[in-house]
């Protein structure tokens, strides 16, 4: 109701009030029965009015409690003519109105969390969410196909795929974990397991994903494959092309009247030098063969516990330093223990810091530094190699790892592979980094 209509009309009941008083002490019976009529009437009309107010408003909190938006008032007051009928219809348009925007709402929410859900449910990477203690709350269709069915508890996977079931009881948010599962198939599927924490309200919910990466590997691993036989190819047709020339040439020149003509002193010459090129050729052959199966058969590490000052000290008397470049040796953890092969790991630092040297060979104050730390997060230890020469063109970046692949005259291809080869049997990685005038290469190993 109005303000002002309420107003009045409580002035209406005082001043009828008084009125009934003083006819009271006047006898005059009939005003003051009058008096206290127009008292009730107005009361009643004002408690009516609120009450039908307030019982709105109840239905209106009941409905949005339980999410009911079918609750709707008829905008036009039956009393018709009653003066709080505008009233009424005011507060039954109020709430209408208001009913209305909380169902738009809703249906906004509802439609935005569907498209989600689609969303969710295209993709290929398996989503569990759970509570702390273990209860399933939701999983999107590529969990339900990998487990066959979608589980209420966690602990449910324990019979199922018990490595799944204790990876995902153990594993800590911020933290990732391989896993191999075979579901009912001899083909195994390499997947990523990781977990992140979600809040929401006084509820915290665990986020687990679970990435199937078999395909990936598989991709990178068919793409190397792909590099690797160019090279081959590229390699041994090099080879074989003037060689078959060679010996077709060689045998024409050898058969019917031309075979006296060996006996020449010339074409002896020239018969010598033909052959001094297939042997040439074919020796070049051999060797890069030689240097496949030094990719191809790597030994597996016989590995020790080996302290880095170790390591490295044994480094300092083949890279000396000269008045062309200078060779520093600046470590931060000496006392870290390595569980590693020493002799392949000597190789390995010894291939980064005679590459650096040649990077550099040309720059004047050429400088060459073996480094390392750990980081703080994964606590992985890490040797750094770096160089301050012209650095590495980008698209050479891409492709210095791959197997024969060389940017030197002389050089064959096969350093940096097995390099990182080896430190991969470590279970450790190898890399780089370059911008002119610095080339970094790390190898991050785990420490004991």
């Given at each position: 109701?109005?303000?002002?209509?309420?107003?009045?009309?409580?002035?209406?009941?005082?001043?009828?009030?008084?009125?009934?008083?003083?006819?009271?002490?006047?006898?005059?019976?009939?005003?003051?029965?009058?008096?206290?009529?127009?008292?009730?009437?107005?009361?009643?009309?004002?408690?009516?009015?609120?009450?039908?107010?307030?019982?709105?408003?109840?239905?209106?909190?009941?409905?949005?409690?339980?999410?009911?938006?079918?609750?709707?008032?008829?905008?036009?007051?039956?009393?018709?003519?009653?003066?709080?009928?505008?009233?009424?219809?005011?507060?039954?348009?109020?709430?209408n109105r208001v009913v209305?925007?909380?169902?738009?709402?809703?249906?906004?929410?509802?439609?935005?969390?569907?498209?989600?859900?689609?969303?969710?449910?295209?993709?290929?990477?398996?989503?569990?969410?759970?509570?702390?203690?273990?209860?399933?709350?939701?999983?999107?269709?590529?969990?339900?196909?990998?487990?066959?069915?979608?589980?209420?508890?966690?602990?449910?996977l324990a019979v199922l795929?018990?490595?799944?079931?204790?990876?995902?009881?153990?594993?800590?948010?911020?933290?990732?974990?391989?896993?191999?599962?075979?579901?009912?198939?001899?083909?195994?599927?390499?997947?990523?397991?990781?977990?992140?924490?979600?809040?929401?309200?006084?509820?915290?919910?665990?986020?687990?994903?679970?990435?199937?990466?078999?395909?990936?590997?598989?991709?990178?691993?068919?793409?190397?494959?792909?590099?690797?036989?160019?090279?081959?190819?590229?390699?041994?047709?090099?080879?074989?092309?003037?060689?078959?020339?060679?010996?077709?040439?060689?045998?024409?020149?050898?058969?019917?009247?031309?075979?006296?003509?060996?006996?020449?002193?010339?074409?002896?010459?020239?018969?010598?030098?033909?052959?001094?090129?297939?042997?040439?050729?074919?020796?070049?052959?051999?060797?890069?063969?030689?240097?496949?199966?030094?990719?191809?058969?790597?030994?597996?590490?016989?590995?020790?516990?080996?302290?880095?000052?170790?390591?490295?000290?044994?480094?300092?008397?083949?890279?000396?330093?000269?008045?062309?470049?200078?060779?520093?040796?600046?470590?931060?953890?000496?006392d870290v223990v390595l569980?590693?092969?020493?002799?392949?790991?000597?190789?390995?630092?010894?291939?980064?810091?005679?590459?650096?040297?040649?990077?550099?060979?040309?720059?004047?104050?050429?400088?060459?530094?073996?480094?390392?730390?750990?980081?703080?997060?994964?606590?992985?230890?890490?040797?750094?190699?770096?160089?301050?020469?012209?650095?590495?063109?980008?698209?050479?970046?891409?492709?210095?790892?791959?197997?024969?692949?060389?940017?030197?005259?002389?050089?064959?291809?096969?350093?940096?592979?097995?390099?990182?080869?080896?430190?991969?049997?470590?279970?450790?990685?190898?890399?780089?980094?370059?911008?002119?005038?610095?080339?970094?290469?790390?190898?991050?190993?785990?420490?004991?």
């Amino acid at each position: 109701m109005k303000t002002l209509q309420t107003i009045l009309l409580m002035g209406v009941v005082i001043a009828a009030t008084l009125i009934g008083c003083w006819a009271y002490t006047q006898a005059l019976y009939v005003t003051t029965c009058f008096a206290v009529v127009a008292v009730v009437a107005v009361t009643a009309v004002l408690c009516i009015a609120r009450r039908r107010s307030v019982a709105m408003m109840e239905q209106l909190l009941a409905s949005l409690s339980v999410h009911d938006y079918s609750l709707a008032f008829r905008e036009e007051s039956r009393t018709g003519g009653t003066w709080h009928s505008g009233d009424i219809d005011a507060l039954a348009r109020d709430i209408n109105r208001v009913v209305e925007q909380y169902k738009q709402r809703e249906v906004e929410v509802h439609t935005r969390l569907r498209y989600f859900e689609t969303l969710l449910g295209c993709i290929d990477t398996t989503l569990i969410v759970a509570t702390p203690e273990g209860a399933v709350q939701w999983t999107n269709r590529a969990g339900e196909k990998l487990l066959g069915y979608v589980p209420r508890h966690i602990d449910e996977l324990a019979v199922l795929t018990p490595a799944l079931h204790d990876t995902l009881q153990l594993i800590q948010p911020g933290h990732t974990a391989s896993l191999t599962l075979r579901k009912g198939t001899p083909q195994e599927m390499q997947t990523v397991v990781d977990v992140n924490l979600y809040t929401t309200g006084k509820q915290t919910l665990r986020l687990y994903t679970l990435r199937n990466i078999r395909e990936v590997l598989e991709e990178n691993e068919m793409e190397s494959w792909q590099k690797l036989i160019r090279v081959l190819t590229h390699e041994i047709m090099n080879s074989l092309t003037p060689i078959i020339s060679l010996s077709q040439t060689l045998e024409g020149y050898c058969q019917g009247d031309d075979v006296d003509k060996v006996q020449d002193t010339d074409d002896v010459a020239i018969l010598r030098q033909g052959l001094q090129t297939i042997h040439r050729r074919s020796g070049g052959l051999l060797e890069f063969m030689k240097n496949y199966r030094k990719v191809a058969l790597m030994p597996q590490p016989m590995c020790s516990d080996v302290s880095v000052a170790e390591l490295v000290e044994s480094l300092k008397p083949l890279f000396v330093s000269t008045k062309a470049i200078t060779f520093r040796f600046e470590l931060s953890h000496p006392d870290v223990v390595l569980r590693i092969d020493r002799t392949q790991m000597e190789q390995v630092l010894i291939n980064l810091l005679k590459n650096a040297a040649e990077a550099c060979a040309h720059t004047s104050d050429a400088v060459v530094t073996l480094t390392d730390d750990i980081d703080d997060c994964t606590h992985r230890y890490s040797l750094h190699v770096t160089d301050n020469g012209p650095g590495i063109l980008l698209e050479v970046q891409e492709k210095i790892f791959i197997p024969f692949f060389t940017t030197k005259p002389q050089g064959s291809g096969i350093g940096l592979a097995l390099s990182r080869q080896i430190v991969h049997q470590h279970r450790g990685t190898l890399r780089v980094a370059s911008a002119k005038g610095c080339t970094r290469f790390t190898v991050m190993m785990p420490s004991e």
